[in-house]
């Protein structure tokens, strides 16, 4: 008889109870406080909806994830997604941290720049960068990771304009065992289309061919889909020592580290389930330290991570506007969040938390957004105790493309605060006023005047 394999017993803390057959009881506590800041006094300053951003929280986050890195890899630099929340304390933040910035327009570059990062520490990332930005990121001495070989052409072109030699990089996709795979964005692996894109690069003398870059997904939940990430790079990148004695001076695994959301149609929730720092970063640096690079010419690992390290820093203070039945029964209930500011409740089950004390009867409900459009529904169903009119409640997790997505549609954006590192808010952002918002349009003379 062959010997059983052994497997390492491993003991995983999970943060909620057992599902029993009714599923997952959602509350036991309610949360009257964000950070020592109470959610009445909160909602009553700044009105609701509130986005409410916890700096502690994103610093914290930060340096757990760098430290998962630093601790497996001698070289680590992350960059700031600005896509994932460009408000600028929120930005300020992480760049105080260290943290360079991680572009993909234009409008994102310059206010990088106006954030105080220097050039020389922009990542410069997408498909629309147009002749303006490259120059722009050219005479700044920029990362310019190039997306297709149109850009690649025209960098060419404007590198002979200047003494200035670009500093590029290439995006790369590749298989990594993800399906569907993310093939739109750069030159692919497999097909030879990436290795055609160095080859071109490596032969234009005004060109510095600097580092490789990948971007497999968003909200992965697998750590071996980077490892193969990091393997076809580091193999490129050996490649190109081979072939043309070249050292590329960085790896690029680009973000999408799951943040702890919990994806619709999940049974457990994703706090106990999704991959942590040290899980990602495991994966990756054991890849780049086993391939056969040198050991004093390992590349610097960028990270571009977003969603993993602001989600769980940002809360949404809301309020009850009524309770109904519907036609067959349930328990439905009108909020003052709309799926307008609340993009990710789309795809996310987002955990709601009443903000006051609640009794323990608790009854299957949905909720809707105050927007008079049928999509407008927050959670299909949620297992929440009762809420009267009036009454507040916290969605947690909402830090990550809320705040960038979201949408000026039927009400007004609501105001942003950030509760410092001194357990004070601070008003990061304002809510938009009618003003603000028809300050951008203009009416013909002919239509000047109602006939009413
Ligand atoms: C959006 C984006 C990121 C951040 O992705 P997350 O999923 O939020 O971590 C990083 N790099 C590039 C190129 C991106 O487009």
């Not at 986050?61 to 070289?75: L, Q």
């Not at 009454?391 to 549609?409: E, L, P, R, S």
Request: net charge neutral; with cysteine; proline share 5%.
């Amino acid at each position: 008889m062959s010997k059983l394999r052994y497997e390492r017993p491993v003991i995983k803390k999970l943060e909620t109870d057992m599902p029993n057959k009714f599923g997952l009881r959602t509350e036991y506590k309610p949360m009257t406080h964000i950070d020592e800041v109470a959610v009445k006094d909160l909602a009553g300053q700044y009105g609701s909806p509130l986005f409410v951003i916890s700096e502690e929280t994103i610093r914290r986050t930060y340096n757990e994830a760098k430290k998962a890195f630093t601790t497996r890899y001698p070289k680590v630099q992350f960059a700031w997604s600005y896509k994932t929340n460009y408000l600028n304390a929120v930005c300020k933040v992480f760049h105080q941290e260290g943290s360079w910035a991680e572009v993909v327009s234009g409008f994102e570059y310059d206010k990088a720049l106006l954030n105080g990062v220097p050039g020389n520490k922009i990542i410069f990332n997408g498909p629309d960068k147009n002749e303006n930005d490259l120059e722009k990121a050219i005479s700044n001495n920029s990362f310019i990771h190039i997306d297709h070989l149109d850009e690649l052409y025209t960098v060419i072109e404007l590198s002979k304009k200047t003494d200035k030699k670009p500093r590029v990089a290439i995006r790369i996709n590749m298989d990594t065992g993800i399906y569907p795979m993310w093939d739109r964005f750069g030159f692919n692996y497999e097909n030879g289309q990436a290795w055609d894109a160095l080859n071109k690069i490596m032969r234009s003398p005004t060109l510095e061919l600097v580092g490789l870059h990948c971007h497999i997904g968003t909200f992965m939940l697998s750590p071996e889909a980077y490892a193969a990430a990091a393997y076809k790079l580091a193999d490129l990148a050996l490649g190109i020592k081979k072939k043309y004695d070249h050292n590329i001076k960085y790896i690029d695994m680009g973000g999408g580290f799951a943040s702890k959301n919990t994806l619709k149609g999940s049974y457990l929730p994703g706090s106990d389930i999704n991959p942590t720092f040290d899980d990602f970063a495991e994966a990756i640096t054991t890849a780049l330290t086993n391939s056969n690079f040198e050991p004093d010419q390992l590349p610097t690992l960028f990270l571009e991570t977003g969603r993993a390290l602001v989600d769980e820093a940002g809360f949404l203070i809301g309020s009850v506007i009524s309770n109904k039945r519907s036609s067959a029964g349930k328990r439905t209930t009108i909020i003052d969040i709309g799926v307008n500011i609340l993009f990710t409740s789309f795809w996310y089950d987002h955990k709601i938390t009443p903000a006051q004390p609640f009794t323990h009867y608790a009854e299957e409900t949905t909720l809707y957004g105050p927007l008079c459009m049928n999509i407008d529904v927050v959670r299909e169903s949620v297992n929440l105790p009762l809420l009267n009119k009036g009454d507040y409640f916290v969605i947690h997790h909402v830090g990550a493309y809320n705040m960038t997505q979201w949408m000026q549609f039927i009400t007004l954006r609501p105001n942003v605060v950030m509760i410092g590192m001194d357990k004070k808010p601070y008003l990061i952002r304002q809510s938009e006023t009618l003003e603000m918002v028809t300050k951008l349009e203009s009416v013909p003379e002919h239509l000047k005047k109602a006939n009413l």
